[in-house]
Structure formats: structure tokens, C-alpha cells
């Protein structure tokens, strides 16, 4: 999630974004045909009131055709709360932003449900949407290894199976939206509602030919207790660990493992380590933003001001829309933040803002600023303020940036407020504004942050720690 601009209109209303989605849990009930439509056009109402641009993208006419095409669709067979966030996911991934989605606080099916148990095991490569298998393991009682490819399951195409996944999935580009396929259940949720089974048969390519064997359907229960056997990817201990943390690599490297943007106490932790840099004489700093799916863009902020010589913005414009649902997201904060009456009291409409130099942030004193040799790690993962830090980096030249290009991009939308759809309790996440990053303007292409250094993102911080100690 971003929060960003320092304007005060536009700042209030972001002071409890971070922190504003209950966790309040709803009963579980099947909803009716007549239910799900209605949230459907509830949905687009709310897109139409809240969002900044909601058909910039995605034209008013193709929209509103595929609302049709989903209620008729619904029409077909019973209603489960499954297919219902299905149709919903699949109308806001037409609009193709990472930051508006649609999720369920519940489950989308019952825990005695069985499905297809090993689809976490193997990655969604980009544009080709093969299934490439992560890790060596057994199948069936078979031994597979590490890029083995899963070709089809039953009658269907893997490849298939992951095109029609990716219809569901939320986020600008296919790389993205791919990681989030694989990521946020989207491939094991399409074949639970399309290809129910109690045996799957499937067809492997190794390295010394296909394979086809029989894998039994398992619960989720079932498939917990095998998930929790498996080895963990290297790597993926930093996604688990602490927002933020820092480590010696030898003498002069420093490592920050910057996984969340989150602002309290990290202004305390960075003066702390830069303090330590200094002492060190530290000359290498690596920043692993490897693993950061966002939060609040002051701590990228903050990160930023120990390296620059000049006053920085991460944004060329802000534009944000006030309306009604809006006001009525941030009413109950107004208590503990008063500052927020202001702007819930303007009227509708759109707030077009140009940042100017004066809202730049300041650098810290040379006397605290890091001036020695600066490499930042991006992957597809580093996304929303994540993303944010990556362009400030890339703009005013911080460093060397190695790994991959952003998921976020630097035109999109962000700041959500989250509406609860009034039958089928799902919560669609809908943004109120659009962030053009420093350097891009209207018209400019839509792309993430493009890294220095291309490097898959799990060899990136070798690549830096073999040019830092020449090995």
C-alpha cells in the first residue's frame, strides 16, 4: 500500500492506511444468484464513485460487456462462495492494477473439499507460463528435480490451466500477475472450482523424457501436513523474518534487510546503523529489497535520506478522488486522527496534484550521510512503496540497482480504502488515487523499476558480494 504525498489535503487522508482493515470475521452462507449480482453491481458503483481513472485502461463498454458475460455465467449451476469470488476477481483483474483487488476473509471451500495437492511446488515462468517444478522432490513415488516441467494435468494443458488462472489475477504486468498466480492460490482455487477430482493424472517432462503417473486428491489438511515437510527455498527465510535488520558481511559490507515499509521506530533503527556504518568506516552497502511488498513510503523516505546530496520526491503528481465511500472509510478514525475532518469535509471531486520542490524531502547533514558505495536488490516481488524507494534510487542516481524489474510500476494506482460487499462479504480493495513516480508523466509507458544490473533475483546478492570482494 503507498501513502505518500505531503500536500495536507491530500496527506490526512492516509494517516490510518496502514492500519485500517479489520479483521472482523462473517459468517459463512452459500449466496444466491440474485445476492452475487447485486454485490457485482455494487462493485461497479463503487469503482465509478471511488476510483481516480477508473476506464484510463480498460474502456466503460468492454467493462460493462463482461459484467454481463459473468452474471450469465453465474447462472450455470449452483452458487458457491468459491465461484462468486471468482466472477468478482475476475472483473477487477480486467483492470489490471496490483493494487485493486477483491479477497474473502473466509474460506472459498470446505476443509473436507479434496483438490490437486502439489501446484505450490512449481513456478509459473513469465510469458512462456510453463509450470517449472522449484525443487527436487517425489511425486507418487517417483524422484522429479529441479526444473522438471508439469505439461498437463487430466486433459488440460498446464499451460492452459495457467492462462485461465491468470484471468483471475490482480496486477499490470504478466510477470506480476504470474507471481501472484502462483503465490495467492489462484492456480490451486481455478482447478478446485473447474476440474474437481478424486485421482489427477498427470504428465511430467524430464530430462530423460515424459512421465505419467496418478496423484490422489488431498484436503486441505492433507495438504498442510506435506506442505510442512517440505525444505524451504533459499530465500525465503527473509520473507518471514522482521520488517527491517541489518548485518555485518565482512569489514566494510553492510548488509539491510529492508522486507516491510514500515515507519515506526525505523527512524531510531536507521540513525543506529548509520551511526554503526560510520564507526565501521563501512565503504559497501547493500539494500535487500528483495522480499518488500510495501507499506508506508516514509520509510523508503527515510532510507533515502542518508544517501542523497539533494532534496528528493518520489512523485511528479498525485491524483486523488474524494467521494462519498471514501469519506465514509476514514469517518471512523476521525476521534483518534481530528486532522482527517478537513478533507472528508470537501465536496466530490478530483484533486489534481503536481508535487512542488518545497514538498521535496530534505537529506540528513554529510556529516550523517552514507558516502560510500550503495547496491539495492529489486525482484518482481519489490512492489507498491517498495517500488517507490526503487525510482527515488533510480532518479537521482543512489547506486547500483541488481536483480529484477519492480512489480510496481511507476504509474499506478494506491491508497485503498477496503469495502465489504454487503452479501457475499467479500472485500474489494479499491484505490483513490493514481501516483505518477518522479520522472513519469501522462503518456509515458508503464513499466516497473528496471534494475542496472539484470540478475534473477535469487542470484542478485551473490552477484553484489563477488564485484564488492572481487572474487
Known amino acids: 500500500m503507498k501513502k505518500r504525498s505531503r500536500n495536507h ?7 490510518v492506511a496502514c492500519v485500517s482493515i479489520s479483521v472482523v470475521s462473517h459468517a459463512q452462507t452459500m ?18 464513485q471511488v476510483h481516480p481513472a477508473p476506464y484510463g485502461r480498460l474502456s466503460k463498454k468492454t467493462f460493462y460487456n463482461e459484467v454481463k458475460k459473468s452474471k450469465k455465467q453465474l447462472q450455470k449451476g449452483d452458487i458457491s462462495r468459491l465461484r462468486a469470488y471468482m466472477e468478482l476477481s475476475r472483473l477487477a483483474a480486467l483492470f489490471k492494477e496490483g493494487h485493486f483487488s477483491v479477497y474473502s476473509r473466509n474460506a472459498l471451500f470446505s476443509a473436507e473439499e479434496k483438490g490437486f495437492p502439489y501446484l505450490s511446488l512449481f513456478h509459473i515462468e513469465p510469458q512462456t507460463h510453463r509450470l517449472i517444478l522449484k525443487c527436487d ?32 489475477t490482480f496486477g499490470e ?38 512421465k505419467t503417473l496418478t496423484l490422489k486428491a488431498l484436503n486441505k489438511k492433507e495438504i498442510k501436513a506435506i506442505q510442512a515437510k517440505r525444505p524451504k527455498e533459499k530465500g525465503a527465510e527473509a520473507e518471514e523474518d522482521k520488517a527491517w535488520s541489518y548485518e555485518m558481511y565482512n569489514d566494510s559490507v553492510m548488509i539491510l534487510h ?10 531510531e533503527f536507521l540513525s543506529e546503523m548509520f551511526r554503526q556504518a560510520r564507526t565501521k568506516n563501512v565503504r559497501h552497502l547493500v539494500i535487500d529489497n528483495r522480499y518488500n511488498d510495501g507499506g508506508n513510503s516514509n520509510a523508503s523516505d527515510e532510507i533515502c535520506r542518508y544517501l542523497a546530496d539533494k532534496p528528493f520526491s518520489g512523485f511528479y503528481k498525485v491524483v486523488m478522488r474524494m467521494s462519498e465511500p471514501v469519506r465514509e472509510f476514514y469517518r471512523p478514525y476521525l476521534k483518534e486522527y481530528p486532522q482527517l475532518s ?25 556529516s550523517l550521510r552514507f558516502t560510500g558505495k550503495v547496491y539495492l536488490l529489486n525482484s518482481h516481488k519489490t512492489f507498491s512503496s517498495a517500488s ?17 524489474e519492480t512489480g510496481g510500476m511507476t504509474i499506478s494506482s494506491g491508497d485503498i480504502i477496503d469495502i465489504i460487499l454487503p452479501h457475499t462479504k467479500m472485500d474489494l480493495m479499491l484505490p483513490y488515487k493514481m ?14 523499476v528496471l534494475p542496472d544490473v539484470p540478475q534473477p533475483s535469487e542470484k542478485a546478492m551473490d552477484w553484489v558480494l563477488k564485484k564488492i570482494c572481487n572474487k
Not at 391 to 399: A, S
Request: net charge negative; glycine share 6%.
Open 173 to 210: 504486468r504478466d510477470f506480476y500477475r504470474c507471481m501472484r498466480a502462483e503465490d495467492d492460490g489462484t492456480l490451486q482455487e481455478w482447478l478446485y472450482l473447474n476440474m474437481p477430482k478424486n485421482y489427477y493424472r498427470i504428465v511430467m517432462k524430464t530430462s530423460s523424457g515424459t
Open 9 to 15: 489535503t491530500v496527506k490526512t487522508l492516509v494517516l
Open 31 to 48: 449466496p444466491t444468484y440474485r445476492q452475487v449480482c447485486e454485490d457485482i453491481d455494487s462493485m461497479v458503483s463503487l469503482i465509478e
Open 342 to 366: 478537513e478533507s472528508i469535509a470537501l465536496p466530490d471531486t478530483i484533486i489534481n496534484e503536481v508535487i512542488s520542490s518545497d514538498d521535496y524531502c530534505q537529506p540528513y547533514a554529510d
Open 435 to 448: 501516483f505518477y513516480n518522479i520522472g513519469a508523466e501522462d503518456g509515458s509507458e508503464i513499466h516497473g
Open 388 to 404: 517507490d524507494l526503487a525510482q527515488v534510487f533510480k532518479y537521482y542516481n543512489l547506486g547500483v540497482i541488481v536483480g529484477e
Open 258 to 267: 529492508f522486507n516491510e515499509c514500515v515507519i515506526e521506530g525505523f527512524p
Open 137 to 168: 522432490t517425489v511425486l507418487g513415488d517417483i524422484p522429479f528435480f529441479k526444473g522438471d516441467e508439469l505439461l498437463k494435468i487430466d486433459h488440460l494443458k498446464a499451460k492452459k490451466i495457467v492462462e485461465q488462472s491468470l484471468k483471475y
